[in-house]
């Protein structure tokens, strides 16, 4: 049986994701950052699905303390009952921020929830990826087009737009899996972006703040279910030949920001070492 961990699974596309796969098959480890809430999930999802193993973890994502420590657990666990191996990682838990905010460890907290967290993550659940041939997926967004890494302020400390520092990070997710892909590839490790399109999510009322809050008011009522967007998850984790491109949605392969390129792709990898204090190259097993 596969295995597939996949963060923010406690509602929206997450959760719709650990349905999708959990009805195909694979064994389930959700992580969640309320303890209330991977319970509920935990238990929806065990009563459609009593023959497959699930489990949730809970963890801050923001919190790079966290990250560490859910890493480890989870990877105990791969080890102990999964035989160290991990199919799918899909680093899917983000948020939106109507004003600067940081994080405990002084990170801008969009791109410290949608991007940092992913990267360490993948860097400690590498070895299972590795002995898999995994696939690493990241939820990136059609935002992440008609804008550029803002490489002398990524925290965005001057002049906070939320509409920016949500596209910055999406971008991030793809340019993350193109380093990923450069330096893993070679292991049989795939990694991609994939746009859900809008989905009827809570993602804008979550911490986000007025005018945020006000704008996804409008905006989700035109979004498609969480239900839709699953697919494109498990068509990605399910194809018996790991499909070749960077970036997949409803309708396939799409196209990408010229601005996902090797060069951003490095200079984010070392920014993202530094900022994690962990190296993630290819001899890392
Ligand atoms: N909705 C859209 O139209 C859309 C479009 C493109 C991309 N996306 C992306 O899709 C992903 C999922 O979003 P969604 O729309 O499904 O919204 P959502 O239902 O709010 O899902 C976000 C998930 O991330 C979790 N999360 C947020 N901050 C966290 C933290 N600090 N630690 C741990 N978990 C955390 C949330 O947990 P809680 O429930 O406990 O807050 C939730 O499970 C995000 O990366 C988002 O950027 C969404």
Redesign the pocket.
């Known amino acids: 049986m596969k295995t597939a961990v996949v963060?923010?699974?406690?509602?929206?596309?997450?959760?719709a994701v650990c349905a999708e796969l959990a009805a195909l098959g694979f064994a389930v480890v959700g992580?969640?950052?309320?303890e209330e809430?991977c319970a509920s999930a935990a238990s929806g999802l065990a009563a459609a699905y009593p023959d497959v193993p699930i489990l949730f973890f809970r963890?801050?994502?923001?919190r790079q303390a966290e990250v560490a420590r859910v890493g480890g657990e989870i990877r105990e666990y791969l080890e102990d009952r999964r035989f160290g191996r991990l199919e799918a990682l899909i680093n899917?838990?983000?948020?939106v921020r109507g004003r600067y905010t940081t994080t405990e460890d002084g990170y801008e907290t969009v791109f410290a929830?949608?991007h940092l967290?992913g990267f360490m993550l993948s860097g400690m659940l590498m070895p299972c990826l590795i002995s898999a041939k995994g696939r690493i997926l990241m939820?990136?967004?059609g935002?992440h087009k008609g804008t550029r890494p803002r490489w002398s302020d990524m925290m965005l400390k001057r002049g906070y737009n939320p509409l920016f520092a949500?596209k910055q990070s999406?971008l991030c997710n793809l340019l993350f899996a193109y380093g990923l892909n450069e330096r893993f590839g070679k292991l049989g490790i795939s990694a991609y972006g994939i746009?859900?399109?809008?989905?009827k999510?809570?993602?804008g009322f979550?911490n986000a703040g007025g005018i945020v809050a006000l704008v996804w008011k409008l905006r989700?009522r035109r979004?498609v279910p969480?239900e839709l967007p699953a697919k494109i998850y498990a068509r990605v984790c399910l194809e018996a030949e790991a499909p070749k491109g960077l970036y997949y949605g409803m309708s396939g392969e799409e196209k990408y920001s010229r601005q996902v390129n090797k060069r951003n792709a490095d200079r984010l990898w070392e920014l993202s070492e530094r900022l994690c204090g962990m190296k993630l190259g290819a001899d890392e097993k």
């Open positions: 963060t923010g699974a406690t509602s929206g596309i997450g959760l992580v969640g950052q309320s809430r963890a801050d994502l923001s899917n838990a983000g948020c929830v949608n967290a939820t990136s967004s935002s949500y999406k746009d859900p399109g809008l989905v999510t809570d993602i979550k989700h979004g969480p």
